[in-house]
């Protein structure tokens, strides 16, 4: 199935889906917040925080949307438009039986507490539900990180477990609390 999503929009923000030509103000984020998600994601290889990283790693996006295996958005105040200040993501989409997806998002660390991600978080849980048609939706958080847990549970994903030493943040292998929201209008 393939996704290839129009943007959408929120209260606030403009949720644009991944193209090559975002590359500038996606690499403009990464650095402006290079300290700020040092703590929440993975090492980064060598040549991250290069344009033409990000213009691979956005064609990548956008072949994954064509092949209905993710679709990334990336966030923009609606009154500053170019600037990007985050992103959010259905990866991993599974079809058949399990009609599944993990999401992935991050923002600005210096638009945190402002609402911001609840919304865009929101948006791109319609988006899976409805024209995705997806059935699940699952997010894994670290425990220490109280402000994401609070984004899910304001969204309304539950708690289905902890995964001990889950994922390798940073360097070290992190639990994580696995989050889940149904599409509890499909519930045949």
């Not at 295996?69 to 959010?88: C, H, N, Q």
């Amino acid at each position: 199935m393939e996704l290839v999503p129009a943007a959408l929009e929120t209260r606030c923000l403009i949720l644009l889906p991944a193209a090559p030509g975002l590359a500038p103000a996606v690499l403009d984020y990464y650095l402006r917040n290079a300290a700020f998600l040092a703590p929440f994601e993975p090492e980064r290889p060598a040549g991250f925080y290069t344009a033409e990283h990000h213009a691979r790693e956005l064609a990548a996006d956008v072949q994954r949307a064509a092949q209905g295996t993710g679709v990334r958005f990336y966030l923009a105040l609606k009154d500053v438009p170019g600037r990007v200040i985050g992103s959010v993501a259905l990866n991993n989409i599974a079809r058949g039986a399990f009609q599944s997806c993990f999401l992935g998002y991050k923002l600005d660390g210096a638009l945190c507490g402002r609402g911001y991600m609840t919304q865009a978080v929101e948006a791109c849980t319609r988006f899976a539900f409805g024209p995705a048609a997806l059935h699940r939706v699952e997010a894994n958080v670290m425990p220490r990180n109280t402000a994401s847990l609070r984004v899910l549970e304001k969204c309304g994903y539950r708690p289905e477990g902890l995964a001990r030493r889950y994922l390798r943040i940073n360097g070290v292998w992190e639990d994580h609390i696995h989050m889940v929201r149904l599409n509890e209008p499909d519930k045949g």
